[in-house]
């Protein structure tokens, strides 16, 4: 971690709880956004999920309402878009808003790029080159590379220190983390998984690599609601397909939850989303980034007739856990 020209610590923060922020439109999200660093909560993310508004885009604009909320991509899909594009919107970025970027990039999922019309293959391989090329031309000012998915060759005015996270799933990307990234970024990932699996290989590979382990960004689906039943609902309407994919539904099952492609089972609910009252849902957030992997982003699952309300009262859960 270092410190921007504002004060501002950047990067992944072992023990910070931030908020996920997931809006179709985009003027709804800089508004959601700005709220969230009125309420208090020091860090948020945002998915530029399928063709979705890009949400390093949407982040200037952010940037421009706000002063200290430090803001992270989880992710910006890496098939559509060459590295050194990604690096030239993160110079604009840091020119606006030093030291509050945290980048986080991963290869998504095949049926998510279909409408870029790219050849989705060895995902593992992709985020490893470009983990390299994008860690080189920020953090040197330079890159020149050619491996079997990615090239660049560029060169920009003068390096800069933005952290550079990757998506993690299964261990290979988590040892990929481990040995390059700045950080791993989780999703869906039940604690099951995330303790016995996930955290062991990205340690390992760090240490191979001799190097400090990098913090695990954690994604965690919060509800305020104390009736099991309405959370699995809630759960299965906003998370529930991920099952269905091939590598989410191969992680459900090493996690122990074999399934999950038929629907989330409350076991599986109960180890994969926090809730309860909001006061529990605060000291459950506060205990889980207290056990020192990393970060925890926090993600208010609000659909249904009572969605605008699940999400205040989430976010409310959220700045009290900050808090």
């Known amino acids: ?134 860690r080189a031309l920020l953090h040197e000012g330079s890159v020149d590379f050619s491996g079997k998915l990615v090239r660049a060759r560029a060169r920009i005015a003068k390096p800069l220190q933005t952290p550079v996270l990757a998506s993690a799933l299964n261990e290979h990307a988590y040892a990929v983390c481990g040995e390059l990234a700045d950080g791993a970024i989780s999703w869906v990932c039940p604690w099951t998984y995330i303790r016995e699996h996930a955290l062991p290989a990205l340690r390992k590979a760090a240490q191979a690599a001799g190097r400090q382990t990098p913090p695990l960004v954690m994604h965690v689906p919060i509800c305020v609601e104390e009736d099991p039943a309405r959370v699995r609902e809630a759960a299965q309407r906003q998370i529930g397909a991920y099952g269905r994919f091939q590598f989410y539904n191969a992680m459900f099952r090493k996690a122990g939850f074999p399934d999950a492609g038929e629907g989330l089972s409350q076991e599986l609910v109960d180890d994969l989303v926090i809730y309860g009252s909001e006061a529990d849902v605060a000291a459950k957030l506060k205990q889980r980034a207290a056990e020192g992997f990393g970060e925890v982003m926090a993600m208010p699952l609000a659909s249904g007739e009572n969605a605008t309300e699940l999400l205040r009262k989430g976010m409310d859960a959220v700045a009290r856990a900050a808090a």
């Open 1 to 134: 971690m270092a410190e921007s020209q504002a004060g501002v610590v950047f990067g992944a923060q072992p023990g910070r709880i931030g908020i996920v922020v997931q809006v179709g439109d985009p003027g709804t999200a800089i508004e959601r956004l700005v709220e969230a660093e009125r309420l208090g909560i020091p860090a948020a993310w945002m998915t530029t999920g399928g063709i979705q508004a890009d949400a390093l885009t949407l982040f200037a604009g952010v940037a421009a309402r706000t002063q200290r909320i430090a803001l992270g991509t989880a992710i910006i899909p890496t098939w559509p878009r060459n590295p050194v594009f990604i690096v030239q919107q993160v110079e604009a970025f840091e020119a606006v808003a030093p030291g509050r970027l945290m980048l986080g990039i991963g290869p998504s999922t095949e049926a998510a790029m279909r409408p870029f019309g790219v050849e989705f293959r060895t995902p593992v391989t992709q985020l490893r080159e470009y983990l390299l090329v994008l």
